[in-house]
């Protein structure tokens, strides 16, 4: 019985909440501000990575370009010991650790 009972009242408050949200001017607007902000962060977010891939792709083709003059610096042997930095965090951590992987596997890291 107390089961029952609880559907009922389950029912009929998603009842009147659905159709009182529905038929409510403030919530329509309020659905439609977020909806648009919403959409606009996902397209910024899609600009923000390609802009990164594109730097990643200009940063890959001069280390491609340079690799004689790399070759070159790196024989001589003579660098000198510099304390860890911090990796950057986040999507532009992300890429630079990408290019750095892939300069690395292509033989054109110092």
């Given at each position: 019985m107390n089961q029952f009972v609880q559907r009922v009242v389950n029912y009929v408050a998603n009842e009147l909440f659905v159709k009182g949200l529905a038929n409510s001017k403030t919530f329509q607007k309020f659905a439609v501000h977020t909806d648009r902000h919403i959409q606009k962060f996902k397209k910024e977010?899609?600009?923000?990575?390609?802009?990164?891939?594109?730097?990643?792709?200009?940063?890959?083709?001069?280390?491609a370009y340079s690799?004689?003059?790399?070759?070159?610096?790196?024989?001589?042997?003579?660098?000198?010991?510099?304390?860890?930095?911090?990796?950057?965090?986040?999507?532009?951590?992300?890429?630079?650790?990408?290019?750095?992987?892939?300069?690395?596997?292509?033989?054109?890291?110092?």
């Open positions: 977010g899609v600009e923000h990575l390609n802009s990164h891939v594109d730097e990643l792709h200009k940063e890959i083709t001069k280390a690799t004689s003059t790399k070759a070159a610096a790196g024989s001589k042997g003579g660098g000198v010991m510099q304390p860890p930095q911090k990796p950057l965090e986040g999507i532009p951590g992300f890429f630079r650790a990408l290019g750095k992987v892939i300069r690395r596997d292509l033989g054109l890291d110092k």
